[in-house]
């Protein structure tokens, strides 16, 4: 392995920490609708438990109302019921063949307590990046140990990873503070 390599790793490892902290974002739900906001809840098909995006059509209706489309007319009140049970706090409501699923708004407690769930999710990311930077410096001392790159390439090293989790750290904030705002702003 060499030092290119190792960077090139870490980078790749740090990308996917930034995705799931985006998709752990998704799931914190804001007064707005997102189709996402779903994707955690499953349905009983047939005796497996499915996702609903399996079993209907999942889109907006407007800013605050998701619609559910069953594909099966007998699936619509196993879907309303698995998103009522789910940990949601959503009310849908059937018109027909489809399913509305309003947003309630958020009072200011619940958008307070959504940001330290939003910093928490950030900081969790963010250590994450750090275990990462850690794992490649290792790496990197590994290599010197082993005599296959010498002081001047391992620091060189050491100075790059450094670079790469400040600048993934640095995203992280961002986003963190974006959704924050977005909370605090419905």
């Known amino acids: 392995m060499s030092i290119a390599d190792i960077k090139k790793n870490a980078e790749a490892k740090m990308a996917k920490s930034v995705e799931a902290f985006k998709n752990e974002l998704h799931k914190i739900r804001t007064g707005r609708a997102h189709p996402g906001i779903l994707d955690q809840v499953h349905v009983d098909y047939y005796g497996s438990m499915v996702p609903i995006s399996q079993v209907a059509n999942v889109s907006l209706l407007d800013a605050r109302t998701i619609s559910v489309q069953p594909w099966e007319k007998g699936m619509g009140a196993k879907i309303e019921k698995a998103i009522r049970e789910s940990d949601l706090g959503l009310n849908p409501a059937s018109q027909g063949d489809l399913i ?13 307590d959504l940001t330290k769930v939003v910093r928490n999710a950030g900081e969790d ?60 702003a419905v």
């Open 100 to 112: 509305r699923v309003p947003m309630p708004p958020l009072s200011e407690e619940r958008r307070r």
């Open 125 to 184: 990311a963010k250590v994450a990046v750090r275990n990462l930077r850690r794992d490649a410096n290792e790496q990197a001392k590994k290599l010197l140990k082993d005599k296959e790159i010498g002081e001047d390439d391992e620091r060189r090293s050491l100075d790059e990873v450094q670079k790469l989790t400040d600048r993934v750290i640095v995203e992280i904030d961002k986003l963190t503070s974006g959704k924050e705002a977005e909370i605090l």
